[in-house]
Every structure is written in C-alpha cells, then in structure tokens.
C-alpha cells in the first residue's frame, strides 16, 4: 500500500502550514505539551507531516540548518537516519508486518509498547528531543491502549508523543484527555494535484479532478487505488450493487475483496461511498461532478428506499471496527451486506 507519498522519504510537505508551525515552533521553545493527537482523514499525509517535523526539528538543532532538505549528499542527516528508520531520537509505532502473508496485522499490540518504554529510557543523542510516532492509535487494542496511557500520564523529559488517528471516537477517552488534539484539514484540489505528481503520477486534468472527488481530497486513498488497481473490483462491486442481485454467485468477488486487509477497507470504502452520496442525491444535497458516479448514484436511489440506505450505512459503521479487532469471518460480512443490498 503506498502510505500518503512515501511519508518517511517525503522532501516537501504540502498543506497545513499552520499546524506545522504550531509544532516546530512551540518544540523549539519548549512550550508544546508533551502528548498531542493528529486528526483527520486518513491518507491525507498526518503521519507524513510528523516525519518532516521530525527531520527539520533534528536539522535546525544539531546544525541550525532549516534547508537540510536540499541538500541530498549529506551522508548519515538526521534526515536520512529517519527516513531509514534508524534514527535513535525517533520511533515510529504502527502494525507489525504479518510474514506469513506480508500485510499488516490489525493491531498494535503490547509488546510495542513495551519495547517504547525501552526506547524513552535510552540516552538522548545530542540533547535531541525524542519523537514517538503512535501510527495510527485507531489499531491500539485495549492492553497497548492501557500501557500507553501509563507511558503518558508520566512522560520524560523533552520526549513528545504524536498520535495520529484517522477516527478520534476510536482513541480510549482516558488517552484523548491527556493530549492536545489538533485537527489537519484535507488538501484543497490544487495541493491535491502537487501531492499526486510528487509521485510522479501525470494524469488528465479530468482524471485528477475525478479522484479527488472519489476520495474525498485523500491522496494516499488516491494512491492507493491507483498502484493496487481497484478499478475491476469497483466496477464488479457496482454491478452487483446496481444490479440488486443476490441470486448470481458472489464467490469470485468475495474471494477478491476478502483476500487482503487494504482491498477489503476499499471495498467498504466503496459500498458507504455509494450510500452516503445516495443519501445527498436523496435530500438534493449532493455536489459530486463526476458523471460516471452521478449515474451509478441516480440508479442506486431508484432502486433502494432512503430507509433501507440508511439502515445499510449504520449495520456497516457499527460493526466494520469489530471485524478488525474481533477478527471476525470477513466473508461472511461482505455476503450480510450484499443480502441486505438484495432483500426488497
């Protein structure tokens, strides 16, 4: 899954200036609070922008150097040692990989924590603050949830936590309390463009504009749809949706959607993207230009009743973070949805 564009190599960062003011300058003169949440959408470049704080914080202490970025030939930068995961101030905590099947596992669990605890309590090099990167705090399960709340509520010395959540209901309320919450705004269409192309990305105005209506100003669901090719399984999810069918044999879809963690995030994505919009178009509050989309929207209001959307919608968010945490049969969800979508 490509993560935002390449978060720990990023060389520029784009949008929200102001929180990153915020951060650098208040680290600096030693008046952040030590434990800070970062909101908002996921894939629009949170954890990205902790990754540049991070190198331009490091830079501007140990050489007061705040253009470290131009300069590509510096060997062994506190730049190059993040991007390497290998700096010894900075740690970054997201879901182990799974080598059996090499994706993420659903959760960050205790023993991560713990190893955190080791890296606090290690000598600080050159007097360097110690940034801890919790990505995401959504994947902590109750035990890490409870052990990170301790680490907090006693923090060292010049160490910061940042914790990135892409749902802030989802964080433990004792952990929310304790840290300053800010929210990041999604990119406008023009910084959306900027982020794509950084990846080397050149598509048709059109194409662009397309995409950031489809993810909801995310370039890193953008990028995301576009290196893993989900275009055959939208459009073989569409036709089954619009189609109201649930007498055809589903077995080749569910086995696509259910074969990996990301596909089936993007296929709930999907499904709730239709049925929000179904929703506006419904109550004539739907400001969507893309006219492939605008037609699958417009058939899908025809044939389901606002009750029955809305039913849907809520039976989804209500149990989507169970079947990550519970690890329940994700095939036998994604068949519950399609019998929902089909019974009249």
Known sequence: MNEFYNQKKAKKYIGNNDVFDFLYYNILNNKLQNSVI?????????????????????????????????????????????????????????PIIDEKNKTKKNNIIIDQIRDLKKFINLTSINKLPKIILIDAGDYLNNNSSNALLKIIEEPNENTFFFIVSHSLHLLLPTIRSRCIKIEMKNPNSNEFKEILMLNELNLPEQEYN?????????????????????????????????????????????????????????FLYLIKFLLINTIKYELKIIDLKNEYLLKKIEIISK??????????????????????????DKRLFVTDIFSRISIN
């Open 210 to 266: 397309n995409l950031f209506e489809f993810s909801y100003a995310s370039p890193g669901f953008a990028l995301n749809y576009i290196d893993n090719d989900y275009s055959q399984i939208e459009s073989e999810t569409m036709e089954l949706f619009i189609n109201n069918i649930f007498d055809k044999d589903i077995s080749s879809i569910l086995k696509k959607v259910t074969s990996d963690n990301n596909t089936f995030i993007f």
């Open 38 to 94: 970062i909101y908002g959408q996921k894939g629009i470049g949170k954890s990205t922008l902790i990754y540049y704080l991070a190198k331009k914080l490091f830079s501007k202490i140990n050489t007061n150097n705040e253009k470290f970025l131009n300069d590509e030939n510096i060997e062994n930068s506190d730049a190059n040692l993040i991007s390497n995961g290998s700096h010894p101030n900075f740690l970054s905590i997201t």
């Open 303 to 328: 044939l389901m009743p606002l009750k029955k959307i809305i039913s849907l919608l809520d039976y989804i968010n209500d149990n989507e973070k169970r079947i990550f945490t519970l690890n329940l």
